[in-house]
T-cell receptor, first 114, second 111 residues
Framework: DTGVSQDPRHKITKRGQNVTFRCDPI?????LYWYRQTLGQGPEFLTY????????KSRLLSDRFSAERPKGSFSTLEIQRTEQGDSAMYLC????????????FGPGTRLTVL | GQNIDQPTEMTATEGAIVQINCTYQ??????LFWYQQHAGEAPTFLSY????GLEEKGRFSSFLSRSKGYSYLLLKELQMKDSASYLC????????????FGRGTSLIVHP
């Protein structure tokens, strides 16, 4: 499988717990994006990386959200002290740095906070 | 910032043609994507328009007018499997690529 993969696919947690999601991009893609999508809405941009550098993080929803891509390959998104409002689908996408190159999305991680 | 407007929902009959409109206001526009998203699945790429005009790709075509801030996705010979959400995504330039999406148009195709 050469697509974008995400793990886990589903996560159920209790309010106040920390959760971490992983994204493995397509291997030759140097750009990686995280989005959040709630029901009936389009994907909402959170942050992105070019290789290991996080070039945009001002749209992370709060300081409880953080992301890393330590070696420029896989990335993790962590949410600390989860709240019920964090329940959503978290999507990862990757692309090369070509001007018109397409983003390819992973299957997403569905988070439910009880 | 970006304002993206698309109809929330549309219905059409199998075999028909449907046009999904998208208007946008962005700073630093540099092309527009359309994605298809089936319920519970990830978005998949349909088209990317940079220049004004119509681009055709099989049953799907996409049109862009940069001066009007307007795009549409045209779906011909509708099939039941085309029932999905269609996301309009203007691409903003300026040093970093930050694609943004509208809320999407939910298309329901019925027999």
């Amino acid at each position: 499988d050469t697509g974008v993969s995400q793990d886990p696919r589903h996560k159920i947690t209790k309010r106040g717990q920390n959760v971490t999601f992983r994204c493995d991009p397509i291997s030759e893609h140097n750009r990686l994006y995280w989005y959040r999508q709630t029901l009936g809405q389009g994907p909402e941009f959170l942050t992105y990386f070019q290789n290991e550098a996080q070039l945009e993080k001002s749209r992370l929803l709060s300081d409880r959200f953080s992301a890393e891509r330590p070696k420029g390959s896989f990335s993790t998104l962590e949410i600390q002290r989860t709240e019920q409002g964090d329940s959503a689908m978290y999507l990862c996408a990757s692309r090369t740095s070509g001007v018109a190159d397409t983003q390819y999305f992973g299957p997403g991680t569905r988070l439910t906070v009880l | 910032g970006q304002n993206i407007d698309q109809p929330t929902e549309m219905t059409a009959t199998e075999g028909a043609i449907v046009q999904i409109n998208c208007t946008y206001q962005t700073s630093g526009f540099n092309g527009l994507f359309w994605y298809q998203q089936h319920a519970g699945e990830a978005p998949t790429f349909l088209s990317y328009n940079v220049l004004d005009g119509l681009e055709e790709k099989g049953r799907f075509s996409s049109f862009l007018s940069r001066s009007k801030g307007y795009s549409y996705l045209l779906l011909k010979e509708l099939q039941m499997k085309d029932s999905a959400s269609y996301l309009c995504g203007p691409r903003v330039s300026g040093g970093s690529y930050i694609p943004t999406f509208g809320r999407g148009t939910s298309l329901i195709v019925h027999p």
